[in-house]
C-alpha cells in the first residue's frame, strides 16, 4: 500500500508563491508519474502537471510558465512550485501516483489534499 503525504498548502495573497510537497511511502522510482491535481467545490478534479519517471513534465496551459514541476528520487519526494499565484487557482491540490507492483500490475494513488487559497 502507497500513502502519499501533501504538505505546503496555505494562504497567499495575489502574485505569491507556495511549494507544494508530496512525500511518496515508498520508492518513487516505482512509479511510471506522479502529479498534481487540483478541484474546487462543485467543479472535477483537474490535471495541474505531472512528471514521468524520466523527469519529464507536462502542464495544463492555465499554469504554463508559473507553475514547475520536480522530483526528488533520493528524497521520494515530487513538488510543485507555484509562482505568480491568482486567485483562481485557488483549490484544493492533490498528490497522484501512477504505481507499478512487482508483478507489473499498475495502480493510481491519491494523496489527501492541500488547500491553497489565493486572494486578490
Known amino acids: 500500500q502507497v500513502r502519499l503525504t501533501e504538505s505546503g498548502g496555505g494562504l497567499v495573497q495575489a502574485g505569491g508563491s507556495l511549494r507544494l510537497s508530496c512525500a511518496h511511502s515508498?520508492?518513487?522510482?516505482?512509479?511510471?508519474?506522479m502529479g498534481w491535481y487540483r478541484q474546487v467545490p462543485g467543479k472535477e478534479r483537474e490535471l495541474v502537471a505531472v512528471?514521468?519517471?524520466?523527469?519529464?513534465?507536462t502542464y495544463v496551459d492555465s499554469v504554463e510558465g508559473r507553475f514547475t514541476i520536480s522530483r526528488d528520487n533520493a528524497e521520494n519526494t515530487v513538488y510543485l512550485q507555484l509562482n505568480s499565484l491568482k486567485p483562481e487557482d485557488t483549490a484544493v491540490y492533490y498528490c497522484?501516483?501512477?504505481?507499478?507492483?512487482?508483478?507489473?500490475?499498475?495502480?493510481?494513488?491519491w494523496g489527501q489534499g492541500t488547500q491553497v487559497s489565493v486572494t486578490s
Open positions: 497522484n501516483a501512477d504505481h507499478v507492483s512487482l508483478d507489473h500490475t499498475s495502480t493510481i494513488y
Open positions: 515508498g520508492s518513487i522510482s516505482n512509479t511510471n508519474s
Open positions: 512528471i514521468t519517471r524520466a523527469g519529464a513534465p
